[in-house]
């Protein structure tokens, strides 16, 4: 079912973010999301070695601090965005390696992710139906599945952070939806 759905997002041509069980359906069939630039993949550090060493066919254990190149290999085998979520968030469309060390919560809860998917979605939304985007190319050379995780990145980093000075080791993934309003005012 869930090969289903990603072949009518592309047909729809719509972003689409893919995380978790999708990341396994992924490193099984690779033509799922082949070359398709609106497709940002969100794997943690063993989904990473995972999806890696399944298409790259080279061994790659998981890795507390990785190496963005590794990052940009895979993102340009698959013609799709990799958003790898760790200590440093690193962002590849196969071009290009970004990393985002914006300061966020030092306790990562449970369902943090979750908002980061979320988060990339709208931001993908948003960056791929913007007119103004597409007039001005030029002057943001950047691809925008990048762009737009990038932002989420930021976003889900700094609603963390605000909930962990509120809540402190007890801070959930809840309290940090809580603080969404004010990191987007903080940071926008």
């Not at 033509?31 to 060493?53: C, H, W």
């Not at 958003?83 to 690193?90: A, E, F, M, Y």
């Not at 990562?108 to 988060?119: A, C, E, F, M, N």
Request: charged fraction near 20%; proline fraction near 5%.
């Amino acid at each position: 079912m869930v090969a289903e759905i990603i072949g009518e997002v592309r047909k729809l041509d719509l972003p689409m973010v893919v995380d978790a069980d999708g990341l396994f359906l992924i490193g099984q069939r690779p033509d799922l999301i082949q070359n398709y630039g609106k497709a940002v993949l969100t794997p943690n550090a063993m989904e990473f070695s995972r999806l890696y060493t399944s298409i790259m066919e080279e061994e790659l254990a998981p890795q507390n601090d990785p190496d963005p190149q590794k990052v940009v290999r895979l993102a340009r085998q698959l013609g799709s965005c990799i958003l790898l979520k760790s200590q440093r968030d690193i962002i590849s469309d196969g071009e290009m390696a970004v990393s985002c060390e914006v300061h966020g919560s030092p306790r990562r809860s449970g369902g943090q992710g979750d908002i980061l998917s979320g988060s990339s979605m709208t931001f993908l939304h948003w960056c791929f139906n913007c007119d103004k985007w597409l007039e001005d190319m030029e002057m943001y050379p950047s691809n925008p599945a990048v762009l737009a995780t990038y932002a989420a990145c930021v976003l889900t980093r700094t609603s963390a952070r605000l909930a962990f000075e509120k809540y402190r080791r007890s801070t959930t993934a809840t309290n940090a939806i809580e603080h969404i309003q004010a990191a987007f005012e903080q940071t926008f």
